[in-house]
């Protein structure tokens, strides 16, 4: 069994943190300030993205979906998607 911190500081605008990795699969945490944006993208994997708390938009396949601590997205891999921080967000992606 192991334990990975996810608590980091904000220190730039738009700041990540892997929080494991391996061959299948990846965690990562990420804070956004309100306003940021992460542009489209995709990921060959599934995608699971939790939120901490705060509200993100995140807009799939041109479809905008609100995010937060009471709702979990997925994503099939190479759905195009990209972020907007509705508030001060902390988010945990997970790909697998």
Known sequence: M?????????????DRKRIFRDNER?????????????????????VFVFVKHGNVEITVNQEPQIVNAENILHMEPRD??????????SILVMKC
Not at 4 to 14: A, G, L
Request: glycine fraction near 2%; charge should be positive; proline fraction near 5%.
């Open 2 to 14: 192991d334990t990975y911190s996810v608590s980091h500081e904000i220190t730039k605008p738009s």
């Open 26 to 46: 990846e965690v990562m945490h990420l804070k956004l300030q309100k306003g940021e944006i992460v542009r489209e993208h995709y990921s060959p994997k599934h």
């Open 80 to 89: 195009r998607h990209s972020l907007k921080a509705l508030s001060d967000v």
